[in-house]
């Protein structure tokens, strides 16, 4: 699939259940950002449609990379099962591929 997203979007924290998820950014420049559930917190509810995070739930962030192709920064891997994010700084273009048929 491939994604158009503008200056400031940023996606909310979320994680896939099911796929490991692979971007390869074709133009642009935004960070992943990858997190951990903070110990100790009421999470205040289960993962929504096995894709969003509750929106009770705090975090704390792990780990941040820039992804941009102009700095030889071409892609990257999220792991099934990691909580994260994007942060766009420029109008960026990705293509995003996980496991299996769209919509399973």
Known sequence: MLNALEVGTRVPIHLHLKTSETVVCLEGCLDWVFYDEMPDVDTGGPVHDGETAADE??????????????NGVFGIQVPQGAWHSIEVYEASTIFEAKDGAYGR
Do not use: G, L
Request: glycine share 0%; aromatic share 14%.
């Open 57 to 70: 739930t705090q975090f704390v962030e792990t780990a941040r990379f820039r992804v941009c192709p102009r």
